[in-house]
């Protein structure tokens, strides 16, 4: 288990809307559950789910990526200063849209999750719905996994499905997968939260 005084921190990484952000947000405001949304970092200033958050009452921050000269690792370092600051405990992405160096998933290793639309290991990186569809799979849905330094190869904590139905374009599909998402991550969170799932030896381990 994370050990902290109370509930664990949570800093959720956005970089658009934070359409997962906020059901992660509405659901850590039920009695009970086990972590608290306690920050909403952007990597880009006057991000929509910025605003979204101030409405919650949740801290925010921005750190620009643009402001690095493509220095990846010092843009991580100062985002990494930001979350130490606020003191968190556990690092969450939703719709962030910059690749993380290996040294930031070290710095979180264990305490960085990240959510992917498709059933991984199938159709890693982008466009996933396209390509679901392309590829004539009869199930396609998104899956919660602990970031390591390889795109989406994280040990996958949970996993929620959707029937791929005739007449489905990439939009209809994408729609129904994001109703998962948003059932999806706030339960890999409290698992993780709470200690039922961790990352030991490169592996997701229930307890």
């Known amino acids: 288990?994370?050990?902290?005084?109370?509930?664990?921190?949570?800093?959720?990484?956005?970089?658009?809307?934070?359409?997962?952000?906020?059901?992660?947000?509405e659901a850590a405001q039920a009695e009970g559950f086990p972590a608290v949304i306690a920050l909403v970092l952007s990597n880009v200033p006057g991000a929509g789910g910025l605003d979204r958050a101030k409405e919650f009452g949740i801290a925010t921050a921005t750190v620009d990526h643009r402001a690095f000269n493509k220095d990846r690792e010092a843009f991580e370092r100062a985002m990494d200063e930001v979350l130490r600051v606020n003191q968190i405990d556990l690092v969450v992405l939703a719709g962030f849209m910059r690749l993380m160096t290996p040294w930031f998933v070290r710095r979180w290793k264990g305490r960085l999750l990240n959510i992917?639309?498709?059933?991984?290991?199938?159709?890693?990186?982008?466009?996933?719905?396209?390509?679901?569809?392309?590829?004539?799979?009869?199930?396609?849905?998104?899956?919660?996994?602990?970031?390591?330094?390889?795109?989406?190869?994280?040990?996958?904590?949970?996993?929620?499905?959707?029937?791929?139905?005739?007449?489905?374009?990439?939009?209809?599909?994408?729609?129904?997968?994001?109703?998962?998402?948003?059932?999806?991550?706030?339960?890999?969170?409290?698992?993780?939260?709470?200690?039922?799932?961790?990352?030991?030896?490169?592996?997701?381990?229930?307890?």
């Open 1 to 25: 288990m994370i050990e902290t005084a109370s509930r664990p921190r949570v800093g959720i990484l956005i970089s658009g809307r934070g359409s997962n952000m906020v059901s992660l947000v």
């Open 116 to 207: 992917h639309p498709s059933l991984l290991p199938l159709f890693k990186g982008t466009h996933t719905h396209a390509r679901a569809l392309d590829a004539g799979v009869a199930e396609h849905g998104c899956s919660v996994h602990f970031v390591v330094p390889e795109l989406d190869a994280g040990p996958v904590i949970a996993q929620a499905k959707v029937p791929v139905l005739p007449g489905d374009d990439e939009d209809k599909l994408a729609a129904r997968v994001l109703v998962q998402e948003h059932l999806l991550y706030p339960r890999a969170l409290a698992d993780v939260a709470t200690g039922r799932v961790a990352l030991i030896d490169g592996a997701v381990v229930r307890r």
